[in-house]
């Protein structure tokens, strides 16, 4: 994206990477995540800008141009997550009780980062050993498992269900590989009458890392999108 002319931030949200890791369970639900990126957009002075998310981050965007919308100019949803469940999500949160948090940090985040790859990758690329350690890099912080816990308890992921979704008249691009196992059947339908001028775009054989295995067709499809928006 900065090599076709377009300023690009990548900001890592609370939680994750490497910025701080509160663990109250109400730091992560959607209300606090979407003032969270309200906070950082007023942080750097960026008044509209085009936002794109992958995964929990393209649904946190589309709530948070649903609640501003005068503060988005676009939407470049990245194998959005969030509205309407995750596989296995009752599962997860059943083996992440609070009570055993303590032994699950003594579980080799090696391990776990290594098999999560091998579930969101596809069949167009494969995870590198920088990618496993990029990944594990916030694990040396004892707050991260507390924080990814409570993430996974206390964001709403079945938000269709559970609240009154909006409706985005936006420009907008939804991208998602169609060996994506956290995506719906359906791919992004469910956000076809929500985001009125969005633009579907399966990726054949990707999973849900897109970005990182079909890097080629997701710059080019958020780069349609912010010279449809006029960026």
């Not at 009752?90 to 009780?97: A, H, K, Q, S, V």
Request: neutral net charge; charged residues 25%.
């Amino acid at each position: 994206l900065a090599e076709a002319g377009f300023r690009s931030i990548a900001v890592d949200l609370k939680g994750h990477g490497l910025s701080d890791k509160p663990v109250e369970s109400d730091e992560y639900t959607i209300d606090s995540l979407v003032e969270h990126l309200r906070d950082i957009l007023d942080a750097l002075g960026l008044e509209r800008p085009a936002l794109a998310g992958h995964s929990l981050g393209g649904s946190l965007i589309y709530h948070f141009a649903s609640r501003y919308p005068e503060r988005a100019r676009c939407l470049g949803m990245l194998s959005p997550v969030g509205l309407r469940g995750v596989p296995l999500m009752r599962l997860y949160r059943f083996l992440t009780p609070a009570v055993l948090m303590p032994i699950l940090r003594q579980i080799n985040p090696r391990v776990v980062v290594k098999r999560a790859l091998k579930r969101v990758y596809g069949k167009r690329g494969h995870f590198t050993k920088r990618d496993v350690e990029e990944y594990l890099a916030p694990s040396q912080f004892p707050e991260y498992a507390l924080a990814m816990r409570e993430l996974l308890h206390s964001y709403d992921w079945n938000a269709a269900d559970h609240r009154q979704l909006a409706t985005v008249n936006l420009p907008a691009v939804g991208v998602w590989g169609s060996l994506d196992h956290m995506m719906p059947d359906d791919g992004m339908g469910i956000f076809v009458p929500l985001v009125p001028q969005i633009v579907l775009r399966a990726i054949p054989d990707a999973g849900h890392v897109i970005a990182e295995e079909t890097p080629e067709e997701v710059n080019e499809a958020l780069i349609g999108l912010l010279r449809r928006a006029g960026v």
